[in-house]
């Protein structure tokens, strides 16, 4: 059975760092892209980054390119997402995903944690 | 255009059949993919690669596409199926993808 388990949303004041970790396990993490997904308190998914099995090849959206960066462990079966620079509009629940690059679908999802900026 | 767009609510009878579509000129490339989001849960895939569902999913459940829509059609729908929809595709690019802005699903 997959599961991801995410953990490290917390409360931050505005320009702080922020570093998020996805727990995989119950399927091959080395040959899985994963990705991350944020959800706005009341609004809609938004799709944040994906990084490849290898780990070669990442993938961000315009919102949080420079200041997010999607990274993994594969000793660990763990991808992580550092989040600097943080602005009162990254306050969202972060969703940890397995993705499919060849469906382009993510398959399986964690409970998510939330990260929270404000001063 | 690098957007998908939905309607932002959608009621439907008990039993009745509804159908949920999303717009985007990167779906005449792409397929796209549908999540069911259910309050204070994560999303849960139920339709990819146009109309393919995954294990566990009831077959009330269909996707089809044409030109630049994609639909997903709930065929009797159950008071369990009241939930926020959301389509995925990916941009013109490839590289980024794309969430439609969600519809919500009434059941009546």
């Known amino acids: 059975e997959v599961q991801l388990l995410e953990s490290g949303g917390d409360l931050v004041q505005p320009g702080e760092s922020l570093r998020l970790s996805c727990a995989a396990s119950?399927?091959?993490?080395?040959?899985?892209?994963m990705g991350w997904v944020r959800q706005a308190p009341g609004k809609g998914l938004e799709w944040v980054s994906v990084?490849?099995?290898?780990?070669?090849?990442?993938y961000y959206a315009d919102s949080v390119k420079g200041r997010f960066t999607i990274s993994r462990d594969s000793s660990k079966n763990t991808v992580f997402l550092q989040l600097n620079s943080l602005r009162a509009e990254d306050t969202a629940d972060y969703y940890c995903?397995?993705?499919?690059?060849?469906?382009?679908?993510?398959?399986?999802w964690g409970q998510g944690t939330l990260v929270t900026v404000s001063s | 255009s690098s957007e998908l767009t939905q309607d932002p609510a959608v009621s439907v009878a008990l039993g009745q059949t509804v159908r949920i579509t999303c717009q985007g000129d990167?779906?005449?490339?792409?397929?796209g993919s549908w999540y069911q989001q259910k309050p204070g849960q994560a999303p849960v895939v139920v339709i990819y690669?146009?109309?393919t569902r995954p294990s566990g999913i009831p077959d009330r459940f269909s996707g089809s596409s044409s030109g630049n829509t994609i639909s997903l059609t709930i065929t009797g729908a159950q008071a369990e199926d009241e939930a926020d929809y959301y389509c995925?595709?990916?941009?013109?690019?490839?590289?980024?993808?794309?969430f439609g802005g969600g519809t919500k699903l009434t059941v009546l």
């Open positions: 119950g399927f091959t993490f080395s040959s899985s892209a």
């Open positions: 995903a397995k993705y499919s690059g060849t469906d382009k679908v993510f398959t399986h």
């Open positions: 990084i490849s099995g290898s780990g070669g090849s990442t």
């Open positions: 995925q595709s990916r941009d013109s690019s490839g590289n980024h993808l794309l």
């Open positions: 690669a146009k109309n």
């Open positions: 990167s779906l005449r490339d792409y397929y």
